[in-house]
């Protein structure tokens, strides 16, 4: 079965420094999102990317961050200058249509930062 | 007001119980409902979406209500592998799918 891949499964990093979670998406999937997850807390929405740009983002999405799509089938979350509310499980999902609200997770990439 | 709120529980209960969540969201202006499922430590999985008229999955049914903004789920004959957290999930944004989550539900099946 298809699946959405995320490396690495867990990062360890020191405050001010740059993460960059990486997502294989299922491959004829064409809408691409992040989700992140702070212990104990709600699934959070992110941003949404597709047609090679960003459709949505939320608060969260601050400069800080920023999505790539550097081929055609990695998709990567940057945090520019990691602080420590940033510690959370990021999930990168896909879907293959815009609006049916059926997305498929990968297993998430643990971020600590210290 | 949060967006999407459900009781946190835990609720236990024996197998083969039926066991109901609720579920409310605040913008009424919401076109797609979906309950997810969430393992612990583990991403979240679709269980099924929620329509107008209801609609069962197995064991599984779903309601809306959307003059109350309010979403159940209703688990029949439990199973001790439906021990999960129940995510209720509004697609708020009708250009996409940008899912607002609630803080979920935990249901623990006891032998």
């Known amino acids: 079965e298809p699946e959405v891949t995320q490396t690495p499964s867990h990062q360890v990093t020191q405050m001010g420094q740059e993460v960059i979670l990486r997502c294989v998406p299922i491959s004829n999937h064409l809408y691409f999102y992040w989700y992140r997850q702070i212990l104990g807390q709600k699934v959070e929405f992110l941003v949404s990317?597709?047609?090679?740009?960003?459709?949505?983002k939320s608060e969260i999405f601050d400069d800080q961050f920023s999505v790539e799509r550097p081929d055609g089938s990695n998709f990567t979350l940057k945090i520019r200058s990691t602080k420590l509310e940033d510690s959370a499980m990021y999930f990168c999902?896909?879907?293959?249509?815009?609006?049916?609200?059926?997305?498929?997770f990968g297993e998430g990439s643990r971020l600590t930062v210290l | 007001r949060k967006e999407v709120e459900q009781d946190p529980g835990p609720f236990n209960v024996p197998e083969g119980a039926t066991v109901a969540f609720n579920c409310t969201y605040s913008?009424?202006?919401?076109?797609?409902f979906f309950w997810y499922r969430q393992d612990c430590r583990k991403e979240p999985k679709l269980l099924m979406s929620?329509?107008?008229s209801g609609n069962e999955d197995g064991r599984f049914t779903a309601q809306l209500n959307r003059a109350s903004q309010y979403i159940s789920l209703l688990i029949r004959d439990s199973k001790l592998s439906d021990s999960a957290t129940y995510l209720c999930v509004v697609n708020s944004n009708n250009a996409g799918n940008m899912l607002t989550f609630g803080g979920g539900t935990r249901l623990m099946v006891k032998p």
């Open positions: 999902a896909s879907t293959g249509t815009g609006y049916t609200g059926e997305l498929f």
């Open positions: 929620v329509y107008s």
């Open positions: 990317f597709y047609n090679n740009e960003i459709s949505e």
């Open positions: 913008n009424s202006a919401s076109q797609s």
